[in-house]
């Protein structure tokens, strides 16, 4: 079947057919030149950290006099306030976007996706997991805290985030924030994100082992789980706000797949090119302990030519849909460029 036809084919009404702007290659930029892609993103960068900080606010972890213990909501508050690109958020609301929804709930989703994501990192840097010491340029929680309150503000944000999704902010739809919530603990939860970190730490185990690395089939897996299922989530979830078509929602899943796979392929490039300051955590450390990465299974350059196929794969999945998915699009570009 042909892209842009049967199931990737969105609605008349709702968008018409445009062919797919093609590769990477042949130096296409990040965005379409007019800096649409990087202004959009820095404001959207910019709603959902206020959005955030009204959130821990409203729940009680804003520093003020609430049930939040004080140095609970310091340590929340510093995990998810103070930076990041906030793409998650961006795919969200940009996906309601094209089809037609513009009000505030896909920020609030979006919002909700990022409170999950950032309970993710709080965790992923504890010491008996990557022991990381700088995140977003500052010291992680547990740095910045104690192990035992950064377990603690993980666990607040991953249940807040839930309480979040299922608000009627959102959607008034009671069924589609069954979705959203159904949804998102299966991206999250052991045959998503979860599993994929324990099949990570398991890779590290194999190299300190001495044993086999993992085969390229299985690094894919991991990735797919561990970094691709929340970036899908993001996709579909803005499908879902949006009331796409079955069609629309599966060629929109397809692209976030892709798309996943692609951020998740640059980010291990990035950790052997990029330099600490600029990524504002260490570099190098994947090697180090022995992840299971592409770059390490095939080599930086076929790695990077693994990351463009990717990128150029999620474009392509959104032939069908017209100019208004372009920052979708950009987006895949980004994952080609991005420093950081």
Wanted: proline share 4%.
């Amino acid at each position: 079947m042909a892209l842009g036809e049967g199931p990737c084919r969105p609605r008349r009404e709702r968008a018409r057919r445009r062919a797919c702007p093609g590769g990477i290659a042949g130096g296409e930029t990040v965005s379409r030149h007019d800096g649409a892609f990087e202004a959009r993103l820095g404001s959207v960068a910019l709603d959902v950290e206020k959005a955030l900080a009204a959130l821990l606010d409203a729940r009680g972890a804003g520093g003020g006099k609430h049930d939040v213990p004080e140095r609970l909501g310091a340590a929340m508050r510093h995990a998810v306030l103070g930076g990041g690109k906030r793409l998650r958020p961006f795919l969200v609301i940009e996906t309601a976007r094209v089809l037609g929804r513009n009000d505030n709930g896909p920020l609030i989703a979006g919002c909700a996706l990022e409170l999950l994501h950032c309970y993710s990192l709080v965790h992923d840097d504890l010491p008996a997991m990557d022991d990381d010491d700088l995140r977003r340029g500052r010291p992680t929680v547990h740095k910045a805290f104690d192990e035992a309150t950064a377990i603690l503000a993980g666990d607040a944000l991953l249940t807040l985030a839930f309480e979040v999704m299922a608000s009627p902010e959102i959607e008034p739809d009671p069924g589609i924030r069954m979705e959203l919530v159904m949804a998102l603990g299966r991206a999250a939860g052991a045959a998503g994100m979860v599993g994929g970190q324990m099949l990570d730490l398991a890779a590290e185990g194999r190299f300190h082992r001495g044993e086999p690395p993992l085969a390229e089939k299985d690094i894919r897996r991991l990735q797919a789980m561990k970094t691709g299922a929340l970036l899908a989530f993001a996709v579909d979830a803005g499908a879902l706000l949006g009331r796409a078509s079955a069609g629309e929602r599966a060629c929109l899943r397809e692209y976030g797949e892709a798309l996943g796979a692609a951020f998740q392929v640059a980010d291990d490039i990035l950790d052997v090119e990029a330099t600490e300051s600029a990524l504002g955590k260490a570099t190098g450390k994947d090697a180090a302990r022995g992840k299971a990465t592409l770059v390490a299974a095939l080599g930086l350059e076929r790695a990077k030519s693994e990351r463009d196929a990717l990128a150029t794969r999620a474009i392509s999945l959104l032939s069908g849909f017209d100019a208004r998915a372009d920052l979708l699009r950009d987006a895949a570009r980004f994952t080609i460029q991005r420093r950081k």
